[in-house]
């Protein structure tokens, strides 16, 4: 086998299916037969790596020097270029593996990516980190996964997701979709395609009624959540807003790496 096939990992009756080739994905979650994540054009998790959103005309800087990213979606650059490449299997056992990604061109920096998928029977766990043996360079790091409105199977019917939270602010949002740097101490109601503050950590639930409860929790302070499709829902943590390069990125050095963490619980309703 190589080590770009896909693989599944197994723990009880919860099946999360990776795919190292189409850039470090989860393709599947299936919990009682129950498939979790969207299928089709736009479906599974992917990370977002080395930025999360979108960067502003695709430009940030990094001390005086001006870099360009590719503008895939006009007028911006969005996600990372992560998603884009083939990783490579480091390990795998059961339940757990660790995948790496060399990141090349366009991102100008040596560094190397390596993401952990962890399943429990009633848990999945991805660790992420970016790290560097040269130079320095500002990074993010996230997760974008498209959890289904609705459920089929035995856990099928009924009425959709929707997202319960509690943030302690939204990034005001302008008309080109990115935070205007202002802070809405009262959250507007949805539908989002918004960034939100959570300084606690992430702690999100998405709610099948009398179904399903999936929470997504993380350490990091920032989410965004978008759920303007009827057939999806998004809840994505992230160690920054959309166009932190610019306004509040991470720095990676050869002594510190960037670390992100998030989990998803389910339980029966």
Sequence with gaps: ???????????????????????????????????????GERYGCFPMAPWCGRIRDGRFRDGGTLHRM????PPHAIHGTARDHAWRTARREQDEAVIT?????????????????????????????????????????????????????P????????????????EERGEDHLPT?????????????????????VDVAVVWPE????????????????????AAVCVEPQTGPPNGLNTASRL???LEPLEATTTWRWRAL
């Design 211 to 230: 179904r399903l409860e999936l929470r997504v929790t993380s350490p990091e302070k920032w989410v965004v959540v978008y759920d303007e499709q009827d």
């Design 181 to 201: 740097g202002n802070r809405l101490e009262k959250p507007l109601p949805g539908p989002w395609d918004d960034c939100f503050g959570m300084p606690r950590g």
């Design 252 to 254: 990676v050095t050869p």
């Design 1 to 39: 086998m190589s080590t770009q096939d896909d693989f599944t990992l197994t723990a009880g009756d919860a099946e999360a299916t990776v795919s190292p080739r189409n850039g470090g994905r989860i393709t599947s979650l299936r919990v009682g037969g129950v498939e979790l994540l969207r299928q």
């Design 70 to 73: 590719p503008l895939n979606a």
């Design 155 to 170: 856990l099928g019917g009924g009425e959709g997701a929707r997202i319960e939270f509690e943030p302690a602010w939204q």
């Design 101 to 153: 990604l060399d990141l090349t061109d366009p991102w100008p920096y040596p560094s190397r990516l390596t993401q952990v998928v962890a399943l429990t029977e009633e848990s999945l766990t991805l660790t992420l980190a970016i790290e560097t043996y040269e130079s320095s360079f500002p990074a993010q790091l996230g997760w974008h996964p498209w959890f289904n409105r609705t459920l089929e199977g």
